[in-house]
């Protein structure tokens, strides 16, 4: 097991985790984010329950999770459903009789721009992406606020802050709403003791991506490589593992006078522009131009 950080306060906490299967589970050891997530909780304690439109991937993470001694309830429901949604709440509450942290894990992608998405995808798009954070937050936020006390996170992305050069707009236009729906929610929700955040995850070395690199076509092969051809500061791309350390802390005590917040995961990604590569050749062949004593060349580059 990783080494996940300890938050001894999440011990007995109990997280609804919706969405914590993941896609193209067989023959991988990679972990999905929301398999990761319940990964690094169950480690802390947490007594778990997801749920995930896809039972078999849901029992797939609680089994994983499970032999690493972590407690793990899953149930299959389309988060898109409002009555799917309030029968996983009764069923939390049925077996625990309260809700410490809402994980909003749910989520995928559909290529397209304005022009040319069907309406029907952009509508299924919102709502698995969007609607189904407000139909979990919903059910659950009258529940914290009895208790007076809880921790949702919701997951969002880096396509939900700039454009990622890939034409998605319904997604990056769902997660853009979700950030502002948990900075207000936040503030609504801040008197009566819950507290709401995002994490913004980069580009994740998920099952899917490992799948696409092992595939017989080869125009998935390269599509894998250009993913993992990256252009990340920290120089790797991420892992679920550092999505689910994210969630912890947002979940745990160490966060208690955060609220309304997006935590950005992207090895530093959003904050360079994709001029980074193109700078260090400058740079270098100025350098080169300076040792050759060369300076009739050089072009000072003001940007
Ligand atoms: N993988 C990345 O690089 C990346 C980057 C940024 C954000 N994210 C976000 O992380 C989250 C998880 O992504 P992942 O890459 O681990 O995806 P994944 O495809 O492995 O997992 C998504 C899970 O959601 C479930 N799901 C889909 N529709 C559902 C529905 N209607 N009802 C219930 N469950 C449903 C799927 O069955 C699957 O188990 C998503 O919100 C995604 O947008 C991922």
């Not at 993941?22 to 990964?39: D, F, K, L």
């Not at 397209?112 to 407000?134: C, H, R």
């Not at 729906?181 to 819950?194: D, E, Q, R």
């Not at 490992?210 to 990340?232: A, P, W, Y």
């Amino acid at each position: 097991m990783p080494p996940f950080p300890n938050f001894p306060d999440l011990r007995q906490k109990v997280a609804l985790v919706m969405g914590i299967g993941q896609t193209r589970v067989q023959n991988s050891s990679i972990w999905g984010n929301g398999a990761a997530i319940a990964r690094a909780l169950g480690s802390n304690g947490v007594l778990i329950y997801g749920c995930d439109k896809n039972l078999s991937a849901a029992e797939f993470t609680a089994s994983r999770v499970q032999e690493e001694g972590g407690i793990c309830d899953v149930m299959t429901a389309d988060v898109t459903s409002s009555s799917d949604v309030q029968r996983v709440v009764d069923a939390v509450m049925e077996k625990y009789g309260r809700i410490d942290i809402l994980v909003n894990n749910m989520g995928m992608t559909a290529p397209g721009d304005p022009a040319t998405m069907k309406e029907e995808v952009w509508d299924a798009q919102i709502n698995l992406n969007l609607k189904s954070v407000y139909l979990a937050c919903h059910a659950v936020l009258p529940i914290m606020e009895k208790q007076r006390s809880g921790a949702i996170i919701s997951n969002a992305s880096i396509a939900g802050v700039s454009y990622l050069g890939k034409p998605q707009v319904a997604y990056s236009t769902a997660k853009a709403a979700i950030i502002h729906f948990t900075s207000v929610t936040a503030v609504m929700y801040a008197p009566k003791g819950v507290r709401l955040n995002c994490v913004v995850p980069g580009m994740i070395f998920t099952p899917l991506v490992e799948n696409l690199g092992k595939s017989e076509r080869e125009e998935d092969r390269e599509v894998f490589r250009k993913i993992t051809q990256h252009n990340v500061p920290l120089g790797r791309l991420g892992e679920a593992e550092d999505v689910a350390n994210a969630v912890l802390f947002l979940a745990s005590e160490a966060s208690k006078y955060i609220t309304g917040q997006s935590l950005i995961v992207d090895g530093g990604l959003t904050n360079q522009t994709g001029t980074g590569r193109w700078f260090v050749e400058y740079m270098r062949l100025d350098v080169e131009m300076e040792n050759r004593g060369d300076s009739s060349q050089r072009v000072t580059w003001h940007v």
